[in-house]
């Protein structure tokens, strides 16, 4: 079993959802398998309120966090995690499927190698449409439960219990995470970087002033993919600052 404060290190993170039977269901799973820390990113609103009165686990319901954003709600959190029913979207993060993924996840919650500002986020997108493309350009790979072709879409509130069973499954079989992917930048400090590069690219002429949502998308997975270390990250902040002022500023380009 995963100790107290390696389950504590995990973020369920319920983007956009609407039906309060099923924000209910995901709550009271993450209370049976002792993971207590739930951010909700836009729930409908009613949905919310009646989750949090009609459905078990009120405590946790009533400390969930909530957020306008993916980007504000994995913000301290070193490693992101959507899950994906892939369907016929053309993904472009690498996939798992769960047992693997999970051994993954299991790593970099271990209390022997994490560091104590590791958290990891796990996200599960709205019944309707699941997790946009905007919203997996904030994740590092994605992770799908090995369902049937013939109906491969499951509820919200089973996926979040059959990904949390799968973690504490069998937490001896997780793979120690490496030092360096321990140590990496968190997603805020990633997402700063990202705006920055964003407004040099712009500013150079790269991208067009109305760059589309998809641009912008394919350099944050591409930020992503540079796997940064918290050390560089202030580098990388300062030297695209000075870039952005130069190419802004008085002798710059327009």
Request: proline share 4%; glycine share 8%; hydrophobic share 45%.
């Amino acid at each position: 079993m995963l100790l107290p404060d390696e389950l504590d290190r995990l973020r369920v993170v319920l983007v956009a959802t609407r039906n309060p039977l099923n924000l209910g269901a995901a709550a009271r799973a993450m209370s049976n398998f002792g993971f207590l820390r739930l951010r909700v990113v836009n729930p409908y609103e009613v949905a919310f309120r009646e989750a949090r009165s009609a459905v078990g686990a009120p405590e946790l319901l009533a400390s969930a966090e909530e957020h306008k954003s993916v980007a504000e709600a994995v913000a301290d959190c070193t490693l992101v995690v959507g899950t994906t029913a892939v369907r016929h979207r053309e993904l472009q993060h690498q996939l798992r499927l769960l047992e693997e993924g999970a051994g993954i996840i299991r790593g970099h919650l271990d209390s022997a190698s994490a560091n104590q500002n590791s958290r990891v986020a796990l996200l599960f997108g709205s019944e309707k449409r699941g997790l946009s493309n905007h919203d997996l350009s904030h994740c590092h790979w994605l992770l799908r439960i090995p369902t049937r072709e013939q109906h491969i879409s499951m509820n919200i509130g089973q996926a979040v219990a059959v990904c949390l069973y799968e973690l504490i499954r069998d937490a001896q079989t997780g793979e120690p995470a490496q030092p360096d992917e321990l140590n990496l930048a968190n997603a805020g400090e990633l997402e700063r970087i990202t705006v920055l590069l964003l407004d040099a690219l712009r500013a150079s002429g790269y991208l067009g002033p109305r760059s589309t949502a998809v641009s912008e998308d394919k350099v944050r997975r591409l930020v992503r993919r540079l796997n940064l270390p918290a050390a560089d990250a202030e580098i990388w902040l300062g030297m695209l600052r000075q870039i952005v002022w130069k190419l802004r500023g008085p002798g710059g380009a327009p």
